[in-house]
């Protein structure tokens, strides 16, 4: 559910980079969990799916099932309450991570950390593959044409993590590309997913490294 809100930016080059909100709903139709809502931030020009974790306001919640509608209502006001505050938050760090310079040797850094590309207890192998990773990140904070107005950023830096896990990780089992995109869209939105978890963790250390 796209909401009436829009981060906007103005872009190296004078453009605007603008990022939308939405809230996503997930649901067990059998009533045997929570009805999940969290809010997503969508930067609109690759539709790259933006999470980060805030000190003071919180982007997922749930509500409980219940046989009440006003109980109900009042956990969605709460809810869409909690929902504005996480927005606002957003924009005041995202500018912040805009406003930073990052050169390319200090990209290449976070995104070995951010994969753990040099941790001694992974099979040679895994630290290969870790390693694939992490290059493909910096090249797309190098050359994604989706980027530019933006480059040279640490808001450009997770958004090459971002734009890497949303538009080109690998799936395994998926057969066509479709399939390899609805499998990257659906853990976009799934809290606690691994790549949520990464995405987080990329907010994270663009903020303290």
Not at 21 to 27: D, E, P, S, T
Not at 36 to 51: G, M, Y
Request: aromatic letters at 8%; charged letters at 20%; hydrophobic letters at 40%.
């Amino acid at each position: 559910m796209k909401l009436p809100k829009t981060m906007v930016l103005k872009g190296n080059n004078g453009q605007e980079d603008t990022t939308d909100y939405y809230l996503c709903v997930l649901n067990s139709h059998d009533g045997s969990s929570a009805l999940k809502v969290l809010v997503s931030p969508v930067r609109i020009v690759c539709a790259n799916t933006q999470r980060a974790a805030m000190a003071r306001a919180k982007s997922s919640f749930s509500i409980r099932h219940t046989g009440g509608a006003h109980g109900a209502i009042a956990e969605a006001r709460n809810a869409l309450g909690l929902a504005w505050r996480y927005m606002d938050e957003f924009e005041a760090q995202a500018a912040a991570l805009y406003a930073q310079p990052m050169e390319q040797d200090e990209m290449r850094r976070f995104a070995k950390a951010l994969v753990k590309a040099d941790d001694p207890s992974a099979t040679t192998t895994a630290r290969n593959n870790r390693q694939q990773t992490a290059n493909s990140i910096v090249k797309l904070f190098v050359s994604s044409p989706t980027a530019s107005n933006i480059a040279g950023t640490r808001w450009a830096a997770y958004n090459a993590v971002t734009e890497y896990f949303d538009h080109y990780l690998p799936v395994r089992g998926a057969k066509t590309n479709s399939a390899a995109s609805m499998t990257r869209a659906l853990r976009a939105i799934t809290p606690g997913s691994g790549i949520d978890t990464t995405k987080l963790e990329a907010f994270r250390l663009l903020q303290t490294l």
